[in-house]
């Protein structure tokens, strides 16, 4: 896989291409804009490129863990950087939260990485939640997804709690309906839901998120019906009944380390790993889309970088509400 080096710029064809720039503004997101940072901190996109393109270069799982570890933050208590915060005896934060301990370490280590380079440079200047959301930019364009540009100028969160984390994140054996009530709730619709679950594009399962599809679906029909046969069949052998259920499976068989549409092509074919992956084919509102964004990396790729764009709008923290950790993973 080809990757940019860290000081090149991005082809102007692709930026003009994909590049998003927001015109509709979230609540409390008002001061986010793609070059907030000019004046302060003008080199800290190519800092943060850096230290992605070579964690990326050391494992492939680089990408899937920290594009989930954005939102994962995003979808509790909004965009902040809370996520990051280690656990201390007297707060058990959100990465420990049940939801949260699958959280894959590659994702913390590039940002934590990613962050004390651009101390270096431009010390108390740029959030935590900032340089999540350029990581997250990088690691999805590097491995073949869209570029789009980051608005930035979040604040870090004051606080983080494994009790504000349940029924913030969306589950993977929610109808559509409790699924599309998780976005709304974070003022994101039916088309985010969409494209957004791309996400699932990279990165790796538990076998425990879908191993009920294979063996206890319904009474008299173990196997749930929408699975692909062969799908099943594989999924079955990497986690047996009853045990394994720590195993990993990757998200997407076809192209695992590349970011791209082929995710929908899979839930055409019956090829979803979560149940909430399959669902988007299986209901009628959401299935023309999803062949709508099968059938064009273009559109895939407007979408999908319209979608993150949105999402990294949500909770957006004033100075009233947050800060500028020095560190990501305790508070000052």
Do not use: W
């Not at 940019?4 to 015109?23: D, Q, R, T, Y």
């Not at 509790?76 to 990051?84: A, K, N, P």
């Not at 301990?101 to 740029?126: I, Q």
């Not at 976005?183 to 969409?194: C, K, P, Q, R």
Request: with cysteine; charged share 20%; proline share 6%.
């Amino acid at each position: 896989m080809a990757l940019p080096s860290a000081g090149k710029a991005l082809p102007l064809v692709v930026v003009l291409a994909v590049a998003v720039v927001a015109s509709l503004a979230q609540p409390g997101a008002a001061d986010l804009r793609p070059n907030y940072y000019a004046s302060s901190c003008p080199n800290v996109e190519a800092i943060v490129r850096g230290v992605v393109q070579q964690r990326l270069q050391a494992t492939i799982r680089t990408v899937g863990s920290t594009v989930r570890l954005f939102f994962h933050d995003c979808f509790v208590e909004g965009c902040d950087g809370s996520v990051l915060i280690e656990s201390t005896p007297r707060n058990q934060a959100e990465k420990d939260a049940p939801d949260n301990r699958s959280l894959a370490p590659e994702g913390f280590d590039t940002v934590r990485s990613a962050k004390a380079a651009v101390e270096a440079a431009c010390p108390d200047t740029v959030s935590c939640a900032d340089v999540l959301a350029l990581a997250t930019r990088d690691a999805i364009f590097m491995s073949g997804g869209p570029f789009f540009q980051v608005e930035l100028g979040r604040l870090d969160g004051l606080s983080s709690t494994a009790s504000s984390v349940p029924g913030q994140l969306p589950e993977p054996n929610q109808s559509m309906d409790q699924l599309l009530a998780v976005f709304n709730a974070h003022g994101l619709g039916m088309s985010d839901l969409v494209a957004l679950s791309a996400a699932h594009s990279v990165g790796l399962a538990h076998c425990s998120k879908f191993a009920s599809r294979l063996y206890s679906f319904r009474p008299g029909q173990p196997t749930d019906p929408t699975l692909n046969p062969r799908y099943a069949s594989f999924l079955a052998s990497k986690c047996p009944n009853g045990g394994g259920a720590d195993s990993l499976v990757l998200m997407d068989q076809a192209t695992p380390s590349r970011f791209d549409n082929q995710y929908y092509r899979n839930l055409q074919d019956g090829g979803g790993l979560l149940a909430s992956d399959q669902l988007l084919y299986a209901d009628g509102r959401t299935r023309p889309a999803v062949d709508s964004l099968a059938n064009s990396t273009a559109a895939f790729h407007r979408a999908f970088a319209d979608a993150i764009v949105r999402l990294g709008r949500v909770g957006a923290k004033s100075s009233a509400r947050g800060n500028i950790r020095k560190r990501c993973d305790v508070f000052n």
